[in-house]
């Protein structure tokens, strides 16, 4: 199940989710109407998604929202954000917060809800849960289809940024970058694409003082263009991961695009010069309807230090250096900030650790019990957070609910661990009848 919180007291938006969650199952939604209801439900459920109304003059919105800063590590997921109008959206959209999906007006709330549910339906995986993916640095492919809506354009954007970023695959300024590639070449896609707006015409457009969202609904009426899609294919590898956006157009003159100048003084017809700065790679076919591009990810970078822990150090190892030896009563916690840990039990190496592990020793943290085997430092840049049993309990009746994340991870490292022991089981039975 996948839990969706809701901070409003305006009837018409509690009663779109209401509805709407009745047609997913796999969503449970939970409506409060006062602010400090709100902020507990977050801090100890870990909802995936948070509905914020800024309409509701009751509910502190921005308090809620720094109650999500406050610890980013811990408030993963994603923010829709409720406006009463198009003025309070713009203000929102300025301060470019990552943990916003989307910025509605109550309108487009009632008219878009559903739609953006179903789209977080289909796309579970993008939920992501810190520290619990499958298989970190795996290879994972997939596409998503639009129409010409920059509405939904928006929100995969962020669907899909959101995750590479709270996977570590990459950093802030990356993550930034890659909103913005995709930002502008979807852009491209809709309107010189699918909707076959001119250079000329968009300038017109906007010197007459018009918004490129309405010419853009304008244009996507027109019976020619009504049902021409954008395809967006990603395809996220250990070291890289590659993108591919395709419409439904007849292409256009790409090159004459990409020679000009990004710093040039005109309105716009720079996003692709701009594109270029951002990403790797970036090619067009012939006819100019499909752009491809890649970025390069993070490999076994550094975690971003979860609050409850900045109080301690960080400690730095050298190649080889031993972190905890076999058999030893300690019970300290490690924290992984960087590098890689070699694991040997019985002087055999078992297994290496990395940033995507998170921890090291959390086994004798819990059950007070001796080092079941010896951590090593593998090269150099290793480094880690000790955390003694005792000051991590002190912290944790501050902050109980790390206490009921770090159970909820551990859960769900256990399970995985019980899956993975199933498929090695039912693998060594079918090696047996052979």
């Known amino acids: 199940m996948k839990k969706i919180v809701t901070a409003s007291t305006n009837p018409i938006v509690t009663k779109t989710i209401t509805n709407a969650c009745k ?29 914020i109304d800024y309409s509701s003059a009751s509910i502190d919105c921005d308090r809620i929202m720094d109650a999500i800063h406050e610890d980013s ?30 910025i ?12 953006l549910l179903r789209i977080i339906d289909q796309n579970q995986q993008f939920l992501y849960a810190r520290g619990m993916q499958d298989i970190v640095g795996g290879r994972e492919e997939g596409s998503f289809v639009c129409g ?29 970058n890659l909103q913005m590639a995709l930002t502008e070449l979807l852009a491209n896609a809709v309107e ?26 304008n244009k ?19 070291k890289a991961s590659a993108f591919r956006i395709t419409d439904g157009g007849d292409g256009f003159d790409w090159r004459k695009m990409m020679s000009r100048r990004a710093e040039s003084d005109e309105t716009h017809g720079r996003g692709i010069s701009l594109s270029q700065t951002f990403v790797q790679k970036l090619t067009y076919n012939d ?16 975690n971003s230090v979860p609050g409850i822990m900045k109080p301690f150090d960080v400690l730095e190892y050298k190649d080889k250096q031993i972190v905890c030896r076999q058999d030893e009563m300690s019970n300290d916690l490690f924290f992984i900030v960087a590098g890689k840990f070699g694991v040997y039990v019985n002087l055999k190496l078992n297994t290496i650790l ?5 921890f090291i020793g959390e086994m004798a943290f819990l059950l007070n019990d001796r080092r079941t085997a010896t951590v090593m430092a593998v090269g150099n840049n290793c480094k880690l957070i000790k955390v003694p049993k005792t000051a991590f309990l002190s912290l944790i009746r501050k902050n109980p609910h790390y206490g009921i994340f770090l159970s909820k991870m551990l859960a769900q490292r256990l399970a995985l661990q019980s899956q993975n022991a199933y498929v090695l089981q039912q693998q060594l039975e079918a090696l047996q009848n052979l």
């Open 23 to 51: 047609n997913f199952p796999m969503f449970t939604c939970n409506i409060f109407g006062d602010t400090d209801s709100i902020i507990s439900f977050i801090n100890y459920e870990l909802p995936d998604i948070k509905v």
């Open 287 to 302: 006819k100019g309807n499909q752009v491809t591009f890649q970025i390069a990810n993070q490999i076994n970078s550094a």
């Open 73 to 102: 590590w811990l408030h993963y997921g994603g923010v829709i954000a409720v406006c009463k109008d198009r003025e309070k959206a713009v203000e929102i959209e300025e301060l470019k917060d990552e943990n916003i999906l989307s």
């Open 220 to 238: 996507s009426q027109e019976p020619k263009f009504a049902n021409r899609k954008i395809k967006i294919n990603y395809s996220i590898h250990n």
């Open 354 to 358: 990395t940033p995507a592990d998170m």
């Open 104 to 115: 509605l007006t109550v309108t487009e709330f009632v008219q878009n809800f559903t739609r």
């Open 148 to 176: 010409n809506d920059l509405l939904d354009i928006r929100f995969y954007i962020n669907f899909l940024v959101s995750y590479l970023y709270n996977t570590n695959r990459i950093s802030h300024e990356d993550r930034l």
């Open 192 to 217: 010189h694409g699918n909707l076959e707006i001119s250079y000329q015409e968009k300038t017109d457009w906007l010197l007459n003082g018009g918004d490129i969202i309405d010419l853009v609904k």
